[in-house]
Nanobody, 118 residues
Framework: QVQLGESGGGLVQSGGSLTLSCTTSGILFNLFDMGWYRQAPGKQREWVGNVTEQGSKTYPDSMDGRFTSPRDNAKNTAYLHMNSLKPEDAAVYLC????????????WGQGTQVTVSS
């Protein structure tokens, strides 16, 4: 059974930092690309970062270089380091494990809430 579990969310002051973790089980973690997304109330889900199986990271320009998304294959865990947080960063953050070739799969976690106070 595939499981993805996000942790590390919480309340942080504007300008602060937070690190989220996505711990996985039931997949060959080192073969999967790991993506991070967020969804605020009333808004569409937004992509905030990705790290490929090879460790290559990409981010949308809108993140202004504030987020990084490393991975630790030994721990089957992906991370999202968030710096200079703004109130508009508040959302539920979700991780995604995806792979288009065998062993193909597309799995999501339940999300963790991030709240940023002004």
């Amino acid at each position: 059974q595939v499981q993805l579990g996000e942790s590390g969310g919480g309340l942080v002051q504007s300008g602060g930092s937070l690190t989220l973790s996505c711990t996985t089980s039931g997949i060959l973690f080192n073969l999967f690309d790991m993506g991070w997304y967020r969804q605020a109330p009333g808004k569409q889900r937004e992509w905030v970062g990705n790290v490929t199986e090879q460790g290559s990271k990409t981010y949308p320009d809108s993140m202004d270089g504030r987020f990084t998304s490393p991975r630790d294959n030994a721990k089957n865990t992906a991370y999202l380091h968030m710096n200079s947080l703004k109130p508009e960063d508040a959302a539920v953050y979700l991780c995604r494990a995806h792979r288009g070739a065998w062993p193909r799969g597309d799995f999501w976690g339940q999300g963790t809430q991030v709240t940023v106070s002004s």
